[in-house]
């Protein structure tokens, strides 16, 4: 079992930055694949971007392309998300989560809040 505990939302002006940490709890850390996702309330939750068990792959949603970097410390068993040049639109939960490889994203977080005011 896998516990992850997001932290790093909070309130930011349109430009600004923020980065968020997704701390796991287990010894197996290296194995998995974790990915950010984002949530509006009221809209579907929505990939944002995620990274390899090595950190050598990255992929991101067009949206936060070049604004957003996915990155993982496997000696701080955490992965991190660092978001800069915020947008409004950027405004939603957001969320951490790990699979094994092949076996989809099975280990959720409780998720933080990012909001980016105009």
């Known amino acids: 079992q896998v516990q992850l505990v997001e932290s790093g939302g909070g309130l930011v002006q349109a430009g600004g930055s923020l980065r968020l940490s997704c701390a796991a709890s287990?010894?197996?850390?290296?194995?998995?694949?974790f990915g950010w996702f984002r949530q509006v309330s009221g809209k579907e939750r929505e990939f944002v971007a995620n990274?390899?068990?090595?950190?050598?792959?990255?992929s991101y949603v067009d949206l936060v392309k070049g604004r957003f970097t996915i990155s993982r410390d496997s000696g701080k068993s955490t992965v991190y998300l660092q978001m800069n040049s915020l947008k409004p639109e950027d405004t939603a939960v957001y969320y951490c989560?790990?699979?094994?490889?092949?076996?989809?994203?099975?280990?959720w977080g409780q998720g933080t809040q990012v909001t980016v005011s105009s």
């Open positions: 989560a790990a699979g094994l490889p092949g076996r989809g994203y099975e280990h």
């Open positions: 287990s010894r197996t850390f290296g194995s998995y694949v």
């Open positions: 990274i390899n068990w090595s950190g050598g792959t990255t």
